[in-house]
């Protein structure tokens, strides 16, 4: 891996010449051990990303992090974190009755990845290292697993220690530092948007406003979740702006904007409105970094993982934020959904970020659009990540207090919004969206 300057800093090149996982991966010590990475680096890995390959960091630098010394906690902490996540998934793709054995290892790895981490934050300030077993845990547990409660304790300590080295900008050093710390911003940033504006606390920091400005600012930004930098700025941005509209309307959003928020919004509009097309020649260009030869299919699939993204993004605006009601975006939805389902059709499996998918499927309410949504969350279901369970569950929430409350009402589901934040609520979740 080399470095290159821009205006005076080492960013990293991504020109990483990535080598067979058997020579990337050192043997760990033991049979079941080798066993469970195996099956992280060439079944669960691949269920991490929308576009797999050499060029998947779960399939590539996390394992190259987890490898480099047995003496390091950090080390070992992602190393039992990858274990666990492997083993949780194996519990649910054979079964849970069929999987009584990984019961037992995958608790033992994810305890162990808890140790670890809790000696190294003591003892270690080791960046990458960290940062990446302080990402991989709450995976294993709040993801795979499908604990839908408990993970914001993870990131708020996620959030704190990247903040703590910020100054130092320690994605710059390094393709391993990037990578992590374009993990945790994404993530950071999909959390946020399952949050309310309630109070101060849910506000993103100056702090992370700083390293996201930097780290969003870099054309290869997203494409772990199949998006483009362009993608989740919006998202950035109007989670920005529904915190501005809190401030002015703290008992709930009336339609008034002042002429600052109606200048944001029409920024954010004018954003979205960039072709497909575009970002998609911008996501080929970074795979090329890397030699990844780009074939039609999936250049293909590219474009619809991008196209379904960037109306979720739409959808997360108009729905979630400036609660239009789903009668007035139901073409969107059906895009969003019938782009998933082509997706599904031609990767022939459903790994596709999930929280555009949400973003649409909450707002399905014809009979017609819930049957596609519902195919689209099924083929989600079994990728073997326990979570897309309680997020099937979420939407069938949101459906069914849509419905009630139609007939409640005498008036058609399409003309009322429901608030899917309240609804995860109701149901005791908190459903991470990863």
Same mark, same amino acid.
């Given at each position: 891996?080399?470095?290159?300057?821009?205006?005076?800093? $080492? &960013?990293?090149?991504? +020109?990483?010449?990535?080598?067979?996982?058997?020579?990337?991966?050192?043997?760990?010590?033991? %049979?079941?051990? !080798?066993?469970?990475?195996?099956?992280?680096? *060439?079944?669960?890995?691949?269920?991490?990303?929308?576009?797999?390959?050499?060029?998947?960091? @779960?399939?590539?630098?996390?394992?190259?992090?987890?490898?480099?010394?047995?003496?390091?906690?950090?080390?070992?902490?992602?190393?039992?974190?990858?274990?666990?996540?492997?083993?949780?998934?194996?519990?649910?793709?054979?079964?849970?009755?069929?999987?009584?054995?990984?019961? *037992?290892?995958?608790?033992?790895?994810?305890?162990?990845?808890?140790?670890?981490? !809790?000696? =190294?934050?003591? &003892?270690?300030?080791?960046?990458?290292?960290?940062?990446? +077993?302080?990402?991989?845990?709450?995976?294993?547990?709040?993801?795979?697993?499908?604990?839908?409660?408990?993970?914001?304790?993870?990131?708020?300590? +996620?959030?704190?220690?990247?903040?703590?080295?910020?100054?130092?900008?320690? @994605?710059?050093?390094?393709?391993? $530092? @990037?990578?992590?710390?374009?993990?945790?911003?994404?993530?950071?940033?999909?959390?946020? &948007?399952?949050?309310?504006?309630?109070?101060?606390?849910?506000?993103?920091?100056?702090?992370?406003?700083?390293?996201?400005?930097?780290?969003?600012?870099?054309?290869?930004?997203?494409?772990?979740?199949?998006?483009?930098?362009?993608?989740?700025?919006?998202?950035?941005?109007?989670?920005?702006?529904?915190?501005?509209?809190?401030?002015?309307?703290?008992?709930?959003?009336?339609?008034?904007? =002042?002429?600052?928020?109606?200048?944001?919004?029409?920024?954010?509009?004018?954003?979205?409105?960039?072709?497909?097309?575009?970002?998609?020649?911008?996501?080929?260009?970074?795979?090329? *970094?890397?030699?990844?030869?780009?074939?039609?299919?999936? !250049?293909?699939?590219?474009?619809?993982?991008?196209?379904?993204?960037?109306?979720?993004?739409?959808?997360?605006?108009?729905?979630?934020?400036?609660?239009?009601?789903?009668?007035?975006?139901?073409?969107?939805?059906?895009?969003?959904? $019938?782009?998933?389902?082509?997706?599904?059709?031609?990767?022939?499996?459903?790994?596709?970020?999930?929280? %555009?998918?949400?973003?649409?499927? &909450?707002?399905?309410?014809?009979?017609?659009?819930?049957?596609?949504?519902?195919?689209?969350?099924?083929?989600?279901?079994?990728?073997?990540?326990? =979570?897309? !369970?309680?997020?099937?569950?979420?939407?069938?929430?949101? @459906?069914?207090?849509?419905?009630?409350?139609?007939?409640?009402?005498?008036?058609?589901?399409?003309?009322?919004?429901?608030?899917?934040?309240?609804?995860?609520?109701?149901?005791?979740?908190?459903?991470?969206?990863?």
């Amino acid at each position: 891996m080399s470095l290159r300057k821009r205006g005076g800093d $080492a &960013t990293p090149e991504f +020109a990483m010449d990535f080598i067979e996982i058997d020579r990337l991966v050192k043997p760990p010590q033991s %049979p079941e051990e !080798r066993r469970l990475l195996h099956h992280f680096v *060439t079944a669960t890995s691949s269920t991490m990303v929308p576009v797999d390959g050499l060029h998947n960091p @779960w399939k590539s630098i996390y394992p190259l992090i987890a490898s480099r010394s047995a003496t390091s906690p950090g080390v070992r902490s992602l190393h039992h974190a990858l274990l666990a996540q492997s083993a949780y998934h194996l519990i649910n793709l054979l079964g849970k009755d069929a999987a009584c054995p990984e019961k *037992t290892r995958a608790g033992y790895h994810y305890g162990r990845a808890l140790r670890e981490l !809790r000696r =190294n934050l003591r &003892t270690s300030t080791v960046y990458e290292e960290s940062l990446a +077993a302080l990402l991989a845990i709450p995976l294993a547990e709040h993801v795979f697993r499908g604990d839908a409660d408990g993970w914001h304790v993870h990131y708020a300590a +996620a959030i704190e220690f990247v903040c703590q080295h910020a100054p130092s900008r320690p @994605w710059t050093k390094s393709i391993e $530092a @990037w990578t992590v710390s374009q993990s945790f911003a994404l993530e950071y940033l999909i959390l946020q &948007t399952s949050k309310g504006c309630p109070s101060s606390s849910s506000r993103i920091p100056t702090s992370m406003h700083n390293v996201l400005d930097e780290l969003l600012d870099k054309p290869s930004f997203g494409y772990t979740h199949g998006g483009t930098g362009h993608i989740f700025r919006m998202i950035y941005q109007i989670r920005c702006l529904e915190e501005d509209m809190y401030q002015e309307h703290p008992q709930g959003f009336t339609g008034v904007m =002042n002429a600052a928020m109606q200048t944001k919004l029409s920024a954010i509009i004018r954003q979205l409105e960039m072709p497909i097309e575009d970002q998609v020649d911008i996501y080929v260009r970074h795979q090329e *970094t890397y030699g990844i030869e780009i074939s039609r299919h999936m !250049r293909t699939s590219i474009h619809l993982h991008i196209e379904l993204f960037t109306v979720g993004v739409e959808l997360y605006l108009l729905s979630t934020v400036l609660r239009c009601p789903p009668c007035s975006v139901h073409e969107k939805v059906d895009k969003v959904l $019938a782009a998933t389902a082509d997706y599904v059709d031609l990767q022939q499996r459903g790994s596709f970020s999930i929280w %555009p998918v949400f973003m649409a499927a &909450t707002q399905a309410y014809t009979p017609e659009a819930q049957s596609l949504a519902t195919y689209c969350l099924q083929s989600a279901d079994d990728t073997g990540a326990a =979570n897309r !369970r309680d997020v099937h569950r979420l939407v069938r929430q949101v @459906w069914f207090g849509r419905q009630r409350l139609a007939e409640t009402l005498r008036c058609d589901p399409g003309g009322l919004f429901i608030d899917w934040r309240e609804a995860m609520k109701g149901l005791g979740l908190n459903v991470l969206l990863l």
